[in-house]
């Protein structure tokens, strides 16, 4: 088979069956350009096992934008939907509606609300909103949440681990341990979220960051079976990168060869006017070898080289490294403040796998359908309080306290604007005794989150460069509590429902608890019925 | 960006940064054409946590063999490494260097040796071996490992569910739950290592499998905020699928509302002369439920209408809930095994990442060097004994015993052969106290594993269809001993060296520990010196 086949498993058939047995009935009864909208949200923060994330970061929106601005049926899949047969033999998918995919089998018609990229994001906040005809929204489905599950997970992996290693230098290597392609997406992910760099050249090739990387313990291996030595290997690579050397010191042993060998390479370089990168230590207890390696640095007069760190590397490992060194390197007579800020975190399969919790729950949930001239909220019954999701059509703002930090996101219904409101009642999603007031007075700023990307299918807000992604991802989490950003047991940040809302969630699931009322789902308001988020 | 430009990260620029400089310091060095051999194996077998695989099974190969193939420095992938710059702003890749890279820049002078797809492989084992010029083949370690880690991960996981399952119907959901496009890869080493049947439209076309779904909840969810009800949604879905009609059953209440509506379409699409398929659970407590479903659908003259099991399963929740059956069962009157052979899954997010471990540790060494007009083999010298890399080029075997089940793999020097000895000292590979003795009476087979592929570049053995790589996995796993098999704590499988590679291996760790011998490694013998695995 051929790579260009292949690529048709990247287009429109990139998605699961039923989303096409779906739209075929819609045709069937004549609904396929009914006007729905579906939210996509994710119910829990990822959950590590020894520790959980009290905030997300936002990715993956411009990859879905261009996927959907250059994904359609074409006549190779339409004929393969042609050639699909039933159990008994006879066609799956009837010509009329292959007809009608060929010529309206795109997302040229749909409108996509966000919250853009490099945002913080909570659970059951709509991420995204997709508002347009029946059968292409629901077809969406599949590709969206791949897209933005993944980055979105990756992205808020990457910026646990930037908080833990107290900002210094962090470089993405993952690609050998990702989900094959996915890796890509992977590496974009965590260079919003937290790394400086990644070593995957094509990405950073299309996002305009310079790749970055070290040797391989084969290429000293190599010099070695040729009958030569570590020493001659580091030679050979300050020769040809005298500007960027930084040098692998553990195929042989990290303190009584390595960093011997990369010191002595080191002075031949300065001696020659070029000044070093460092070394990366990749086996064996880094925080202990950091230090003995920071005190051998710093006695040869090089104190300010890059030591950089790496081997199944998470947030965890790292604030252990930290920790232990701020307690040890005293005793070495090494600075620990020092130390850690001349460490680089090399880090890659358990970031590029978000190890711990590899997959991001995000859902996509039909909650509205224009129906008898108006919109009709729409509610899946069967599940618990917390799960149920919030229906109909909202917005979502963001409220700041009086210093500046994020205190809660709220969901309001269409016409409601918070920022008129002197006081705004804050409703638990599920739990009808806890509510809170707040006044007008004691906000700094109330904030609207959600863009509209797609207007009919054509981008009417830009996705900005990846600097401006990183400068959004910054200012957030800086507006977060201490408590939410805390490494393990974080602070529950408050999600919200203004009272009108949560009136409506009410009506709706009481209607439901009685299945003969299911016809007759009630709309609070008929100003809620104004269809824009 | 469009996704053309998008394409440009998944060709010879899908790699980390240290190869190119890598390959550079190779060709300055006039090494780029030095023949070697780098051999990619695991170390250790999935560990989920709660449980650990005794096995894995092979797969990837394919999918890489089409992308060594198709892939080579074009102009665009030059000139991208030609802006880049040094810290000081100079040239990083010198014009020699890349002229070089346009004319050799592709894998047309590499061999590849590899265990087949859809076989069952161990730790320690070489899965693949890649033995050409230096510069290519140290070019190609992070493709490989991306392709083959990543799908012989998935293809365990699979083979696993596959057995806990009793072998019962199995469909793979997960894309949405995927790394972006690696699902595809996913979807196809779930369909080699156990699942039926994916969702994945695009994957089921690429490989002639037909692609499978039932419906969302959305679907109900639609009808009943039109003023419609589950009853109408099931009908509508029955009217145009009568011969494919698998009905989610949850939407609002299993029992009260699901399972009631569902036998009444059952009933109509009956007298019509349709055989309905099933329904599918998709929330609650799944064993409770199938009991329940199962009951109501005998009752109502459908015993052998499938019930479908999906919501987060994996190996062990399917074990749960077949125990949980098997016990519970008979007190409603149901027979459980009939009950568990009309079960089917629908497996998602806990397949396709690997839940527990969603990372194969798969690496890519430098095992020998032709230098001298020899091989020379290569080892890695800091690392642990279990570590230690088997050196040179070898062979593989697995040995079966009388009763046809696999007994060890053995890895032997290139001129080695078990057939011919009477009898066979294994060696474990790292512990000098541990051996076995095997007579020949006591073999049923001795079988030769690696296969060659690529012979300088050029395809020699094709890889074969679906069907036959499932019925590879089909066999391996059925010649595995059941203790090698067992969901938890599994018995370790042999994995052993002959006394000459482990001799060869004793001479090279023990002249390592001198590192001033580093420069005079033995080799064993002149017969190993023959290159070919």
Redesign the interface.
Known sequence: ??????K????I??????????A??YF??G?QEKQ?Q?DHYFRNYPDYGTHKAGYCIMAGL??LV??MQ??RFEADEIE?LRS?????G?R?FADDFLDWLSRHGDFSTLNLFAIPEGRVVHPNVPLTVVRGP?AMA?IL??AL???L???TLIATKAARMREIGHGQLMME?G????????????ARAALIGGADFT????????LGV??????????V??F???????LDAFR??A???P??CLLLV?????L??GIPNAIQVFQELRAKGHRP?GVRLD?GDLAYLSIQVSRMLDEAGFPDVTIMLSNNLDELIIWQIITQIQEEAPRYGVDADHLVKRLGYGIG?RL????GD?????V???V??H??NRW????????SPEKTPNPGYKNIWRLYDQRGKATADLLSLQDEDPRSMERIVLRHASNQTKFRIIEKHNLSEVEPLLVQYLAEGRVIAEIPDLDTLRARRVADVERLDAGVRRLMYPHIYHVSLTQRLWDLKQDLVQS?LH?ED????PVKSDEAATPSP
């Open positions: 088979m051929s790579l260009q086949k292949r048709t498993a990247e287009g058939l990139f998605t699961d069956m039923y989303q096409f047995t779906m075929q009935l069937r009864m609904l729905v579906f411009e990859w261009d996927w250059n994904t393969y699909q047969k039933t159990r008994t006879t799956l029946l629901q489905e599949t949440l791949n897209q599950n993944f980055q290597f690609l050998r341990r990702a989900q094959e392609l996915g890796g890509n997406a992977g070593s995957n050249v094509g990405v950073s090739a299309l310079q790749p970055k990387g070290t040797h391989a313990h084969s290429m291996q190599l070695i079976a040729m009958g030569m030595s570590e050979a690579y020769d040809v990168y500007d960027d553990d195929t042989i042993n990290t009584e060869s990168i086996s399969t590029i796998t978000s190890w590899p997959a991001l729950g995000g996509y949930k039909l509205a359908v129906h008898d009709q909220p729409a509610i899946k019954i069967s599940e439901a299945v299911l016809q007759h789902l």
